[in-house]
């Protein structure tokens, strides 16, 4: 064999480092395409089956469990790129007082929603519930993996034990999600806005408050249905129960407002210090004028779901309510 036929050529060596930069280009376009794919499938879905559906029905089940089966956006938080961030923006970003709160919260969440999983004998409704724990459980590790990019120190973590009373655990991560999800809908755009992170990190995050979105209408939808469903005699125990839920969420949250858990597990190291300079995320934005931003955004994130699925009403009625007094 002579060399001229081993050793390829100057021509066919360009040609060849030509071909392959040419299909890892194609590659990066079909790799981006995809990835833009999952965030459109996963903020726009509506079933194709015409006709109105009835709260409470079958029919709504089917609704609401399929919105969030098919809308499961299936990125891998280990292959998150977090980018580069310059001393200013990384100071801020590590002294946010949130931190220790998130990453528990996500882990409560993941092992509630997972027990109550374990109690529900309808296939489609458990397979919904236990992608809502292990998306859930992701979100843990987007923040773990976040926390470690960044180098920011975490409190020890409690060990996260599912609840004695499953429906309990559900209703108090079902509706503190309701509450904690439209502000950070605000408090997210308010950051953005200001540009208090870098836009690669928030575009980074985005598709977790999204989900967050998807949560809460899987949620509202659930309680709805569910209300509906059980025997009349059964309603006013439930119901007391819901009032109980939202009693704990309060004090919960004027706990956390204090700097104190109201279960009395650890509070955020950093939470009190941090508040004043970080609440409002870079933004001059009046309270009246973050909560218009919240309601706007959260308007904007429910947009693409199917109209037929009930939104989540108390929280921005509520919040309509405090506008009005704040005048
Ligand atoms: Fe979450
Ligand atoms: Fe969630």
Not at 39 to 55: I, K, Q, S
Request: hydrophobic content about 45%.
């Amino acid at each position: 064999m002579s060399d001229a036929l081993a050793a390829p050529s100057r021509t066919e060596k360009t040609e060849e480092s030509g071909a392959e930069a040419r299909a890892t280009a194609a590659a990066a376009i079909m790799a981006k395409t995809a990835v833009e794919q999952a965030d459109y499938a996963m903020r726009n879905w509506t079933d194709p089956e015409p006709g109105p559906v009835r709260l409470g029905s079958a029919r709504h089940l089917r609704l609401f469990c399929d919105m969030l089966l098919q809308t499961h956006n299936p990125y891998k938080p280990a292959v998150i790129d977090w980018p580069r961030l310059d001393p200013d923006a990384l100071r801020r970003v590590t002294s946010l007082p949130i931190w220790d709160i998130a990453v528990q919260t996500e882990g409560r969440a993941s092992v509630r929603v997972q027990a109550f999983a374990d109690t529900v004998a309808d296939p489609l409704l458990r397979s919904a519930l236990e992608m809502d724990g292990a998306e859930e459980a992701r979100h843990k590790v987007v923040l773990s993996k976040l926390v470690e990019a960044y180098g920011i120190a975490l409190a020890p973590e409690p060990e996260y034990l599912p609840p004695t009373d499953p429906e309990w655990g559900w209703l108090a991560t079902g509706y503190s999600e309701c509450i904690d999800s439209f502000f950070a809908f605000g408090l997210f755009a308010a950051a953005r806005k200001s540009g208090y992170f870098p836009a690669e990190l928030v575009e980074t995050f985005e598709p977790v408050i999204q989900e967050e979105g998807r949560h809460i209408l899987f949620f509202v939808n659930w309680a709805a249905w569910y209300r509906r469903s059980l025997p009349w005699w059964r309603r006013p125990l439930y119901l007391l129960k819901v009032a109980r839920v939202w009693l704990f969420l309060i004090r919960e949250r004027i706990g956390i407002a204090r700097g104190i858990e109201a279960d009395g597990s650890a509070k955020d190291a950093n939470f009190p210090m941090n508040m004043n300079n970080s609440a409002g995320l870079g933004t001059t934005l009046t309270a009246r004028e973050m909560i218009d931003l919240c309601l706007s955004e959260n308007e904007r994130r429910m947009a693409g779901y199917d109209p037929r699925l009930a939104r989540p009403e108390t929280v921005p009625r509520l919040a309509r309510l405090a506008r009005r007094l704040l005048r």
